[in-house]
């Protein structure tokens, strides 16, 4: 909706990553310059870390987007707490094998030589990659250790890439793991983003999408959804999103700190319903215990406000609906 209130040519905040927004940070560059240099070692392990949200998948996606599909066949599961046996197949279903049910394991593991074979004779090498690490047991990583212990011709078969959350590091620090970690090739850990980077990824991701300074962000603004967000992306894109879409329905062509500030308060609000007990509001007659009657009439003044600016957002809503059902 806002997309077309401020002419923008696509939505340019999705949490879906999408190669065409693809900003290179100094960390991103960095960890895409691990991946290039770990794919070169043509065998062991990649590993990748980051917060929710950091830009993990982005990475993937972005390499994936420049290698060559006549050189590499990639599959890639999200993990979940599965078994070593569970991890095969599902590694297997992922590579495009089928299975019967029942098969036994060596069976399936001949099965998995025979297709990397089949691919490395056609010049082709396997790449896994393996998202929400974390969360595999023991037994699973151990798991993909002995996959990449497979070899045709002299050469290892699979590839893998590891992303996980920040809490993967310590787990492969485990004396259990020493044998795949001497396997890790490049490690890179991936940070939020900076200051400067956060109000030039915000900008870069506009202008993709065709944002001629409409709306103007002041410095402001910038400096409050760096607050807000911690510089971490997909929050930026959640926390930019709102803000568009209620500049749209406000029809604002200017977005300031306090509208960032104001949006972001909602989001945790809309976010954490349920999970704590509603506030609740004194009348402005009575006295609250450390809190003088100016800081509680400034208090209900910015309520009412801000059920105002909900109110008018949402009247605005109903009518760009009414309009759109009209139009059909």
């Not at 047991?137 to 590839?159: C, F, K, P, Y």
């Not at 510089?231 to 062509?253: D, Q, W």
Request: with cysteine; charged share 25%; aromatic share 8%.
């Amino acid at each position: 909706m806002y997309e077309k209130f401020y002419n923008f040519t696509g939505i340019p905040f999705l949490l879906t990553p999408d190669t065409r927004f693809y900003f290179g940070s100094s960390g991103h560059s960095r960890a895409i310059s691990h991946l290039v240099f770990g794919l070169a070692q043509e065998e062991g392990f990649i590993v990748i870390t980051g917060e929710v949200g950091a830009g993990k998948t982005t990475l993937v996606e972005q390499i994936w987007s420049q290698l060559d599909r006549n050189t590499y066949v990639m599959a890639r599961i999200v993990t979940t707490q599965v078994s070593g046996d569970d991890l095969l197949r599902l590694v297997m279903a992922n590579f495009g094998l089928g299975e019967t049910p029942g098969t036994d394991k060596s069976t399936l593991l001949r099965r998995f030589e025979h297709m990397v074979r089949d691919q490395r004779r056609i010049g082709r090498r396997c790449l896994l990659v393996v998202d929400e690490v974390q969360n595999l047991s023991l037994a699973a990583l151990e798991e993909l250790r002995m996959l990449s212990n497979i070899t045709v011709d002299g050469h290892a078969s699979v590839q893998t890439i590891l992303l996980g959350q920040p809490q993967f590091r310590p787990i492969l620090a485990s004396p259990d793991l020493e044998q795949l970690r001497q396997r890790v090739l490049a490690s890179y850990h991936l940070g939020p983003l900076s200051r400067e980077e956060t109000r030039a990824y915000v900008e870069h991701r506009l202008k993709t999408v065709g944002w001629n300074n409409d709306p103007h962000w002041d410095d402001d603004a910038f400096d409050t959804l760096f607050r807000e967000s911690g510089g971490i992306p997909r929050r930026i894109n959640t926390l930019c999103s709102r803000v568009l879409l209620y500049g749209a329905l406000e029809e604002l062509h200017a977005i300031t700190g306090a509208l960032v500030d104001a949006t972001a308060a909602e989001l945790n609000q809309d976010l954490g319903a349920g999970l704590a007990r509603p506030a609740i509001v004194q009348p402005a007659h009575v006295t609250v215990p450390g809190m003088a009657d100016s800081d509680v009439l400034r208090r209900l003044e910015a309520l009412e406000a801000n059920s105002a600016r909900q109110d008018r957002a949402f009247r605005r809503l109903l009518d760009l609906l009414s309009a759109a059902t009209e139009a059909k």
